[in-house]
Each structure stands twice: as C-alpha cells, then as structure tokens.
C-alpha cells in the first residue's frame, strides 16, 4: 500500500494521500485547506505517478474539509462519506458520491478501505482501516482524542468508539491522526492503550468527566 502523510494549514492537520501499490489511483483522506494545501497534495500525487479519483472524509469539520471544493475541480474526485455525516456536509456546499455506513469495504481503485463508525467527536465520524493501518481523524490522536463539546458531539459515544471499536483492534495496528498533536505524527494502537490518558480511564464516568475537563 502507497501512503503519503502531509501536513497541512494552520492547524496542524494531516492529509493522506493513499494508492493501490499497482494501479496507482490515489485516495485523499481528508484534503484540508485550499491554495496550498491542495496544490501540496496535487504535487506529492505527481511526483509519485498517483491519479487522484477519491476523497474520503473522516468527517465534514471544516479543517478537514475546505479544500474539498478546489480539489475536486482540478481532479474530479468522487467524495466519500458517513450517512450520518451528511447534513453537515451538505451545509459546507459540496455535493458528495458515496456515502458508506460501520463495516463497508470499499475497494477504491484496487485500494481496500473498511470503514468503522466512530460517532462521537461527531455523529458520521468515520476511522479507515487498510493493511495495519489505521486513520483515525479527529477521534483518536496521539496521545489524545477528539473533542466533544462541538455541535453534534456526544462523549459517551465517543467513549463506546474508542474503547469498544478502535481498542478491539490488534496492538500492532498503526494509528494516523488527523491532525498533528502528538509527541510523533503516528503511534499503534498497543502504544495508545498503554500511553493515551484518554485511553487509561477506567470507566465512561471518568472518560467523559476527563473528555469534557480539559
Ligand atoms: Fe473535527
């Protein structure tokens, strides 16, 4: 599997730029911020011989999601996202293609993606699973998670995505955030499960008291 990680804008947010090692049609996972964000992901795909046809969006958060309109443009990409996610997604102006619900797996230009359904920090939330790999938006961080004090945010949800569907995943899964808060930009699952103080409450009371705290 190809994979790129690009930072991108002001708030330190990650983009992926993920292929098929062999037919080379690339995803974009969250593009971020226009001007130069896109034309960053533009190059990097260049450079690498990746035909960008997909983007896929963790979730419609505005920094993940505002430089969806200038990339589709410049590439026709077909816009991928969570059924819960697309109210909100509606309101930012763009018109979206696939929508995907918990446990589809997409094939993407020969690219496998299993969606899990991570409401929580927000209700389409979505975290992609691909050959160990594991991208996780704005619901896990390094050493961190998702806030759940925005609109349409609910910590006991989040709580139920983190421990019950990203903790059931084996520790050597690694983990890519989507935004760069951490001590390094990747980490595993066995590393979060050891390391994250999020991940180290003992019961929803304390996750959601420590969530909602700070
Ligand atoms: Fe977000």
Redesign the pocket.
């Known amino acids: 599997m190809y994979m790129r990680q690009i930072k991108i804008g002001h708030m330190d947010n990650f983009a992926y730029l993920l292929a098929d090692d062999f037919q080379r049609i690339g995803t974009v996972v969250d593009p971020g911020w226009p001007g130069d964000g896109v034309a960053r992901l533009m190059q990097q795909a260049e450079e690498d011989g990746v035909d960008i046809k997909y983007i896929v969006l963790t979730?419609s958060?505005n920094?993940?999601t505002a430089g969806v309109t200038e990339l589709v443009a410049k590439t026709g990409a077909e816009i991928v996202i969570h059924e819960e996610e697309l109210p909100p997604a509606a309101k930012k102006g763009f018109d979206y293609d696939i929508t995907v619900k918990g446990n589809d797996l997409l094939n993407l230009g020969g690219l496998e993606l299993r969606i899990i359904h991570t409401p929580g920090?927000?209700p389409g939330s979505i975290c992609l699973y691909s050959g160990g790999k594991l991208f996780t938006g704005?619901t896990l961080f390094v050493g961190g998670c998702?806030r759940a004090d925005l609109s349409g945010s609910d910590p006991q949800q989040l709580y139920d995505s983190l421990f019950n569907k990203l903790l059931a995943l084996p520790d050597e899964t690694e983990v890519y955030p989507g935004h760069d808060y951490g001590d390094t930009p990747s980490s595993t699952i066995g590393a979060e499960r050891q390391e994250n103080r999020f991940l180290k409450t003992r019961s929803t009371e304390d996750f959601v008291s420590l969530r909602m705290a700070v």
């Open positions: 979730h958060h920094d993940h920090h927000s704005d998702g």
